[in-house]
């Protein structure tokens, strides 16, 4: 909802003008990203994914790949899930399959260095349908989606929503304080999108820190954080810590989210 | 003894030393006003020459001085207005009303002249710049719409986060610790448009007074600076209105008497319409404002008058259907001025003020308002005792009601549940005394006290934590976390939550070193109790105020200054140097989400701020060439440490420089009057770049793009400069016609500087790579206002 309160700013953007310039910047020695996210499907099936890079200099066009980790997921009631290494930083495990009630702990080697974090299954609900509307956007003229969902009433519910297309991805988080119990949506709007594009619709349930964490690295990556409007920015911290050397400590997520997903063609 | 009381004793002392003073005294007062309005007249000087004493006229137009028995010459003198000189035989108390007439080439007296100097610069006040609005209508301004706020970023001191910010900063410190008045009522949002304009219609405005130091005791409730600004009570001789039309908005105003000489009235409307052009960017949105002034004045008699003044203003923004956002000050103040005897004057002033913001997203199918409604008495007295001693003092009192937001769904099928941000409640009381006293030949004191007390009231429930702790520190994440609320508890409107009291010693002093220069000091504490609620660079119409309570202590600053003074033929020096330091202020932990956010206690930690710098002023008020050179040195930071050793706090706990702050801010204005018909203005700023915090690396997280910040505002953005130039064309200066009218020609940032407003790291989708992308807001822009007045 914050980003769409906004959208006003807009206006002001529509009156100035933006150019790109050569900015000299400081490059930090790199830091491991962590990026852990397992989710659970309805039908049974699951995804355990690993993703490890390093962070790069802000104009550098790769970011670099760690293949030298190990990673390994342990669980409450016993069990152990090694990840192993495919490619790109990709580290992959066929055979956990989330459940509820049991805590999982993430723990990665790198570098002679020991990362961990500890978190649970959240659950979702699932995406009912999709509206479109042909008027919207600023201009009038954009295809406008909304994903519909409905929240669980009397629970303090967190997701995280993406709508991914060729034609472009919109990911935004929501926290149900102002829709406790209702039917609510989420919105897709990317201006090149046209009849007979598909979008595929996720939504993953996640908690109050993965909110926080998301809203906060939206908001430093996208356009809006423009001119007078944008808040003090400061390098966003997940739940993973560093127990060999806590002051490097690493960026990025773990968690193990509910997904539910719906595939729509644009009409 | 504590240091104040010590003041109070030495003040005391003084007075009883003067008042022992045996030879027979009578006192000269009386009001001082326009001739051919009637309009009355703010610090006309009043002077004695063979005494080498004098008075200024207050805020109403008043002026009382007391002096030996015996033959006088007197002359009241002020810019822009023929002096008049009358001869008084003071063998009673005598009451002379003056009317003046206006005069753009006044001719004084160098006599006259050196003397009204001399008074200025004896002054204990510093750290004071008054604007009058005929001086600020000679300013070129962006589109051509002559602006009050642009103009007083023009003085050495005062500078606003960027050109698109709203709000400016006065000595380091936060836009929203400014008391801004208009005749007497507080206002709480004074630009529109982003910024763009201020909420002030300059045909409305008599007078502006910005105190940036050395604030006297009558003012409280702001920390850095008050900026007093009085309208025009209206013509009271005959009807007449003035206005103009420009590129971007226009105004209107009307004023007449409503019993000739005794009652007047003023009503003036403002609009802007920029947002009709809005369709040639293939843009079908609404962006304008407009405000109201009107005001009623009425002279009961002799020693009593009446005014009745109100505002209302308006910001409207709505983008296609999804969007509609409107906010604004409304203000009504009734104010009676009483003549208790010649030397004691007061005003007795009752004031309702409403500031509300409004939100409809039917995109989502709700409203949010939210707001804060004051009720405000304010009891002011001015006492002239004697030719030595001038003594005010009075008391304050504002209630407030703060809405810090309420959502409501607009239809049956929207999925928003109506949610009801808790009211808060609070009264805010002062009671204030100043004295002014000459205590030697050439050393003249201002010295005050004021003291302030804020009754946090009941309220519905107010959250109750673990060992009062609404924000925790995870140590293994070093990340700042809300606590959730282990209790809420519900309050009766009368009872007192919390209540803070502060004393607030207001002190200055010059003393002048000769007949044209003078050296000053000043030390002020003051104390806010109410704080913008707010993380951006600069403030947004979102932002809510929030009042100090059980979680939030009010900020308290204390500021020294030193200043030397000093008056040429024609040109005047002001050099000072100012130190504040700020406690309490505060800051928000890294991820915040400040919008409709109940419990902001569990969002924020408390700061300090301090500032210090170097003000140099050189002005030249007479001839044909006028205008000044403004240049200020300064550092402004802010710094929040953690609780207690363990915790980071804000920015790992180091200072870092405050959004606003500008090492080098350079103002040059000048205005010259080439002949009858044309006149020419300009305008050059310099300023080093605001702070900014740049991505040191980046890093790509679910596909998205993410940069890694640098320490807090660690960056500059490049320099921020720009000329602006005007010509005013009066086609017939002598017609006798009762249509007169002028056009005024400006071009704003006449070389298209691409000043950045801001840059913003982001990836380029187009072209997969990562950019820095710079923002500016005004290139080039001619305008023309064409004004006119019958």
């Known amino acids: 909802m914050k980003r769409i309160v906004y959208f006003w700013a807009l206006i002001f953007i529509a009156l100035s003008c933006e150019d790109a310039i050569d900015v000299d910047l400081n490059d930090s020695e790199p830091k491991l990203v962590i990026e852990a996210t397992v989710t659970a499907l309805v039908d049974g099936s699951s995804n355990a994914t690993v993703r490890l890079t390093t962070t790069a200099p802000f104009f550098d066009t790769q970011i670099p790949f760690v293949d030298s980790a190990s990673v390994l997921i342990s669980s409450s009631d016993g069990q152990s899930y090694p990840f192993t290494y495919t490619d790109e930083g990709l580290y992959v495990n066929t055979d956990l399959n989330p459940s509820f009630g049991i805590s999982y702990t993430l723990q990665v080697i790198y570098q002679g260095e020991t990362y961990t974090a500890t978190t649970t299954l959240i659950s979702a609900v699932p995406l009912e349908f999709v509206e479109q509307r042909n008027d919207g956007g600023i201009s009038g003229e954009d295809i406008e989606l909304k994903a519909f969902f409905t929240d669980p009433a009397g629970v303090e519910n967190y997701y995280f929503f993406e709508g991914l297309s060729t034609k472009g991805n919109v990911f935004d988080a929501y926290d149900d304080r102002f829709f406790d119990g209702n039917p609510i949506f989420g919105f897709y709007l990317i201006e090149d999108i046209e009849p007979g594009d598909t979008v595929l619709f996720n939504l993953h349930g996640v908690d109050e820190q993965f909110f926080n964490f998301m809203i906060t690295l939206l908001q430093q990556s996208t356009d809006l954080s423009d001119g007078p409007f944008e808040t003090q920015p400061a390098t966003v911290r997940g739940n993973i810590i560093n127990t060999t050397n806590s002051d490097n400590f690493p960026l990025g997520y773990f968690r193990i989210s509910e997904l539910f997903s719906l595939e729509y063609i644009v009409q | ?790």
């Open chain 2, 1 to 790: 003894m504590p240091a104040f009381s010590q003041q109070i004793v030495i003040l005391l002392f003084f007075l009883g030393s003067l008042s022992i003073y045996t030879q027979n005294k009578f006192t000269l007062s009386g009001t001082v006003s326009e001739q051919e309005t009637g309009e009355i007249l703010i610090g006309v000087n009043v002077l004695i020459p063979s005494l080498q004493t004098g008075a200024i006229t207050n805020e109403y137009g008043f002026y009382s001085i007391t002096l030996p028995e015996g033959d006088y010459q007197v002359f009241f003198s002020s810019m822009g207005y023929a002096s008049q000189r009358i001869d008084i035989s003071l063998t009673q108390n005598i009451e002379k009303n003056i009317s003046l007439t206006m005069d753009m080439e006044q001719i004084d007296e160098v006599l006259i002249k050196a003397d009204i100097e001399k008074l200025n610069i004896r002054k204990p006040q510093m750290s004071v710049n008054t604007l009058t609005i005929n001086t600020i209508k000679q300013i070129p301004a962006v589109l051509g719409e002559v602006d009050v706020l642009k103009a007083i970023t023009m003085l050495p001191g005062v500078t606003s986060a960027g050109e698109g910010a709203s709000g400016f900063n006065v000595r380091g410190g936060a836009a929203d610790q400014n008391l801004i008045l208009l005749d007497e009522a507080t206002l709480y949002n004074s630009s529109h448009l982003f910024g763009f304009f201020s909420v002030f219609n300059p045909d409305a405005i008599k007078d502006i007074t910005l105190y940036k130091g050395g604030i006297p005791a009558r003012y409280g409730g702001r920390i850095s600076s008050v900026l007093d600004i009085y309208q025009k009570d209206g013509n009271k001789k005959q009807l007449k209105a003035k206005g103009g039309i420009g590129i971007v908005a226009s105004r209107l105003l009307l004023e007449g008497p409503i019993k000739k000489d005794t009652a007047s009235f003023l009503v003036g409307g403002r609009s802007s319409y920029a947002h009709l052009f809005l369709p040639l960017f293939d843009n079908d949105n609404v962006a304008f404002f407009y405000d109201l002034n009107a005001k009623v004045s009425y002279n009961l008699d002799k020693k009593n008058r009446l005014f009745l003044s109100g505002y209302f203003g308006r910001d409207v923004f709505s983008i296609a259907d999804s969007f509609e956002n409107s906010f604004g000050n409304t203000t009504l103040n009734l104010r009676w001025n009483h003549l208790f005897s010649e030397k004691l004057f007061s005003n007795l002033s009752l004031i309702f003020s409403d500031y509300v913001y409004g939100l409809e997203l039917s995109i989502v199918d709700f409203d949010f308002d939210s707001g804060i409604r004051n009720l405000n008495l304010k009891y002011d007295f001015t006492h002239f005792i004697s030719e030595k001693l001038d003594l005010r003092y009075g008391i304050n009192s504002i209630y407030y009601k703060f809405n810090p937001g309420d959502i409501r769904p607009t239809s049956e099928t929207s999925g928003i549940n109506p949610f009801k941000l808790i009211d808060k409640f609070a009264f805010e009381n002062a009671a204030y005394i100043d004295a002014e006293a000459q205590i030697a030949e050439n050393l003249f004191i201002q010295a005050g006290l004021r003291l302030s007390t804020f009754n946090r009231l009941g309220q519905d429930e107010l959250n109750v934590y673990a060992n009062d702790n609404p924000i925790l520190f995870n140590e293994a994440l070093q990340i700042y976390q809300k606590a959730k609320p282990i209790d809420t508890l519900s309050f009766n409107r009368s009872e007192t939550i919390k209540s803070f009291a502060n004393l607030e010693p207001r002190f200055a002093v010059s003393y002048q070193l000769n007949e044209t220069s003078s050296i000053k000091a000043s030390y002020n504490r003051t104390a806010q109790y109410i704080h913008l609620i707010s993380n951006t660079t600069s403030p947004t119409p979102f932002d809510i105020y929030a009042p100090s309570g059980k979680y939030i202590d009010p900020q308290l600053a204390d500021q020294v200054a030193l200043g030397y003074f000093k008056n040429f033929e024609n040109y005047s020096l002001e050099v000072e140097t100012f130190y504040k330091k700020v406690k309490n202020r505060l800051d928000y932990v890294d991820d915040a989400d400040l919008i409709a956010n109940n419990a902001v206690e569990q969002i924020l930690l408390s700061g300090e701020a301090r500032a210090y710098g170097l003000e140099v002023l050189f002005r030249k008020r007479e001839g044909r060439l006028k205008g000044w050179i403004a240049y200020t040195l300064s550092k402004s930071q802010q710094r929040t440490p953690g609780r207690n050793p363990s915790e980071i706090g804000i920015n790992n706990g180091q200072w870092y420089n405050a959004p606003w702050d500008k090492t080098h801010d350079i103002s040059i204005t000048g205005q010259y009057s080439f002949s009858e018909k044309w006149s020419f203005g300009a305008n050059f700023i310099y300023q080093t770049g605001q702070p900014t915090t740049f991505p040191i690396g980046q890093y790509i997280f679910n596909d998205i793009v993410v940069p890694i910040y640098e320490a807090r505002n660690r960056s500059r953005l490049t320099a921020f400069h720009h000329l602006d130039l005007s010509a005013t064309w009066t086609p017939q200066p002598n017609s006798k016609k009762r249509w007169k009218s002028e056009w005024v020609f400006s071009i704003y940032n006449a070389y298209n500087r691409k000043n950045a407003a801001s840059i913003s790291f982001r990836e380029n989708t187009d072209i997969n790579r990562n950019e820095a992308v710079r923002l500016s807001i005004f290139g080039v822009i001619p305008a023309i206002t064409y004004n006119f007045k019958f």
